[in-house]
């Protein structure tokens, strides 16, 4: 079972996330792809891991998040990926031209050989205006056609607004 949660900042779907991996009663590992680059960020991150349960395994992975999905992929296991756009933007920020469409197609093309219930969310950014830099609008056009490409392959896809999920595609637990 692959899931898509999608919202924006605030929207509840790091908790709705949270709230499946718990049910799934399958030990849990979550993957979190921030990086502490800043006083606030650092703050989020010691917040949220001092949140999530303590038997949860954490593994940070900023770039290479295929290879990490295979390592840890089981069928005893839900991996919680948290979040694909700090993901992508870690990838903007380190790319060469190609690093970001490799790690991008070996995760599109990993997903469905993975043993186990993966969730992973998202920030849906596509919904307001078009940005005024360039790399602002790369960034919100990659999101989208990753946001796509997931969808088609999730066997679930949900939409948090105000901490309220909506269901996109599949089935409802």
């Not at 999905?69 to 190609?98: E, F, I, K, P, Y």
Request: proline share 3%.
């Amino acid at each position: 079972m692959i899931e898509l949660i999608l919202g924006g900042a605030r929207s509840g779907k790091s908790r709705l996330a949270e709230q499946l991996a718990s049910a799934s009663g399958l030990e849990v590992v979550y993957i979190a792809t921030s990086q502490p680059l800043d006083d606030e960020m650092r703050q989020r991150i010691q917040h949220h891991r001092q949140s999530r349960p303590a038997h949860w395994q954490t593994i940070e992975e900023p770039l290479a998040l295929a290879g990490v999905l295979q390592q840890q992929a089981a069928s005893g296991r839900c991996l919680l990926v948290d979040c694909l756009t700090l993901w992508l933007t870690n990838l903007l920020l380190h790319d060469d031209g190609q690093r970001l469409e490799q790690e991008r197609r070996q995760l599109l093309n990993t997903l469905g050989s993975l043993p186990g219930h993966i969730i992973l969310v998202s920030n849906e950014t596509g919904m307001g205006v078009v940005p005024m830099g360039e790399l602002s609008r790369r960034y919100v056009d990659e999101a989208g056609w990753l946001h796509q490409a997931l969808a088609e392959r999730c066997d679930r896809v949900q939409f948090c607004v105000a901490g309220l999920p909506m269901l996109l595609k599949g089935a409802d637990k």
